[in-house]
Nanobody
Framework: QVQLAESGGGSVRAGSSLTLSCLASGLPYDNYCMGWFRQAPGKEREGVVV???????TYADSVKGRFTISQDNAKNTLNLQMNNLKPEDTAMYYC???????????????????WGQGTQVTVSS
């Protein structure tokens, strides 16, 4: 059974940094494609960054140059380094996994079948 557990969220001031982590279990990690999504109150869930099986990563325009995804296969974790945070980054952040890779940028949330419970990020101005 696939399990994803996010951690690292918090409340910070604009311009600060946070690192989110997603601990994955129950999946053949190297064969899965993973990503980070976020959902702000009253808004639809949106893709932040996804990784494909060829190592390609695709970032949403709103986070390019500020967010960086990385994988630690030894620890089965997927990390999201977030720098220069802005109030508009405030959202619940979710880790997602799929045995298939989209291969065409950021897919709609429905493409991913496995999700974590989320971790809240709040950025104040």
């Amino acid at each position: 059974q696939v399990q994803l557990a996010e951690s690292g969220g918090g409340s910070v001031r604009a311009g600060s940094s946070l690192t989110l982590s997603c601990l994955a279990s129950g999946l053949p990690y190297d064969n899965y494609c993973m990503g980070w999504f976020r959902q702000a109150p009253g808004k639809e869930r949106e893709g932040v960054v996804v990784s494909d099986d060829d190592g390609t990563t695709t970032y949403a325009d709103s986070v390019k140059g500020r967010f960086t995804i990385s994988q630690d296969n030894a620890k089965n974790t997927l990390n999201l380094q977030m720098n220069n945070l802005k109030p508009e980054d405030t959202a619940m952040y979710y880790c997602a996994a799929s045995p298939r890779c989209y291969g065409m940028g950021i897919p709609p949330p429905g493409f991913f079948g496995d999700w974590g419970q989320g971790t809240q990020v709040t950025v104040s101005s």
